[in-house]
């Protein structure tokens, strides 16, 4: 039996209570050999999510940018102020959204959704809902937007159990760059994220995590996939990161 049928599990509905209102988000990568330890090191303080009775849940994602890539560049160049739009399908429970990620000047991040359709995943821009949510909520015309980067992968939620805290572990990434054709595999990497209220005291799982020195590391999905799977953008900023994962795929 793995780690993960071990610990007890909560439904969707359960982990509505889990409102973190002024929250801290910090990021780590790690190997996905480490994945067993660490949910062993943790396992009796959290609950694991299950949808349809299965801990792992596969997400599909799809990005859109302009056609000079600004929003890739504003995050590489670290201009705050700034958005990622997507559309993203929960695989388990069929449903898809239009998501706006937006990040402040006081780097707090806010996202806002709107439901639609799975069977419009591919022709998301084309959906009159999406485009009046695309032209009131960002400064770019929809009709400016294009499909730039697919992902897929398959997470794991745990919450803990005074519903505090909110943890997401990341696996099996793929990336598709739709405009280059190109494909890049980085499924060895976990990305871990830690979401709790600003303030608290250290969690077990951050605990955990500095046991392994497993260190903070922020990492954007869309940056590193388009990193990786467009020669011509300018990636300098993310050089770290992208050794980083590069050792752990040579693993």
Do not use: W
Not at 105 to 129: G, Q, W, Y
């Amino acid at each position: 039996m793995s780690i993960l049928e071990q610990m007890p599990s909560i439904g969707l509905d359960d982990m509505k209570a889990v409102r973190l209102m002024n929250r801290m988000d910090r990021k780590y990568m790690a190997s996905a050999s480490q994945l067993e330890e660490l949910l062993s090191r943790v396992a009796e303080g959290y609950y694991v999510q299950h949808i349809e009775h299965n801990p792992v849940a596969p997400y599909r994602t799809l990005y859109f940018d302009t056609a000079n890539l600004r929003m890739y560049t504003m995050h590489h160049n670290q201009k705050l102020n700034r958005q990622k739009l997507r559309v993203r399908t929960y695989r388990s429970t069929d449903t898809t959204f239009f998501e706006i990620k937006n990040k402040d000047n006081k780097k707090k991040t806010r996202k806002v959704r709107i439901p639609i359709d799975v069977s419009m995943f591919d022709s998301a821009l084309r959906v009159p809902e999406v485009e009046q949510f695309v032209n009131g909520n960002t400064p770019y015309p929809s009709d400016s937007l294009h499909e730039c980067l697919e992902n897929r992968f398959e997470r794991i939620t745990l919450v803990d159990k005074a519903m505090s805290e909110r943890i997401t572990i990341d696996s099996g990434i793929r990336f598709h760059n739709r405009a280059t054709g190109i494909d890049a595999d980085i499924s060895k990497l976990l990305v871990i994220e830690v979401k709790h209220e600003v303030g608290a005291p250290m969690s077990d799982m951050e605990r955990a995590l500095h046991e392994m020195h497993i260190l903070p590391r922020r990492m954007s999905k869309y940056c590193i996939g388009t990193a990786l799977t467009d020669p011509s953008v300018k990636s300098n900023r993310f050089k770290e990161k992208l050794l980083y994962i590069n050792k752990i795929q040579s693993l």
